[in-house]
């Protein structure tokens, strides 16, 4: 019991902290939700969405799960993106993996980890997908961020095909999908090139992202 009570200690000494250097920091936080962004993003520990891009709470719109997949069966993530399109008009949905990813790891290694594999199965149909480009990396730590970029071009992808997404571009709506990744090694952010802000932009950009990995296989 003694490591929960440290975080009552803790979330104490953080408030205390805020009202002091921000005296109206928490008023204006209850008052109201206007995010400009929503981040689909990995449940690793090491990926804090607000901290990597320096926003404050009540600018990103937040969802994880493990291995940032977007599944069209996933009423959590749909429901989550539904509302930021929807309700808080976001102009910008971002999926961001990161390098070193546990859940594209154990996918790559076909490793049996109980009921996760299911969920996991998805980002093998990935690997299935894209076997060649893959394996023809040699070297493991690069196979794996090989496989963990691809998994979120074809998670971004996937947000661009919901129902919420191509709604939203039918009546005109400004939203833009991204494709990003994090390195865990230098804290650095970078765009694997799968933006999409309509939906006739949606082919000719996966076809070129797509095509610099076949380049090197």
């Known amino acids: 019991m003694t490591e929960i009570h ?17 005296p109206d920091f928490f008023t204006k936080l209850s ?17 804090p969405a607000n901290e990597i891009v ?16 977007v599944v069209h069966t996933d009423l959590n993530c749909l429901s989550v993106l539904q509302y930021a399109v929807d309700v808080l008009k976001v102009d910008h949905v971002i999926v961001c993996g990161h390098y070193g990813c546990g859940g594209v790891q154990a996918s ?7 009921l996760i594999d299911n969920w996991l199965r998805h980002i093998r149909d990935v690997h299935h997908k894209h076997a060649i480009a893959v394996e023809a990396v040699l070297a493991p730590v690069e196979k794996l961020d ?20 191509q709604d939203a571009w039918a009546r005109g709506q400004q939203v833009q999908v991204h494709s990003w ?6 804290g650095l952010v970078k765009d694997l090139g799968l933006n999409v802000g ?12 797509l095509a610099r990995y076949r380049a090197k296989a």
Request: aromatic fraction near 8%; hydrophobic fraction near 35%.
């Open 31 to 47: 008052q109201q939700q206007s995010p400009r962004f929503l981040w689909i993003g990995c449940s690793d520990s090491r990926v």
């Open 198 to 209: 309509k939906q006739e932009e949606i082919t000719p950009a996966y076809g070129r992202v």
């Open 108 to 114: 790559l290694e076909r490793r049996k980890l109980g």
């Open 146 to 165: 090989t496989l963990c970029e691809l998994n979120v071009i074809e998670q971004a992808l996937n947000v661009c095909q919901t129902t919420v997404v």
């Open 181 to 186: 990744i994090y390195g865990l090694k230098d």
């Open 54 to 69: 320096g926003m404050l709470p009540g600018e990103l719109f937040v969802h994880r799960n493990v291995a940032n997949v």
């Open 6 to 22: 440290d975080l009552f200690a803790r979330n104490r000494t953080w408030s205390e902290v805020v009202r002091k250097t921000q």
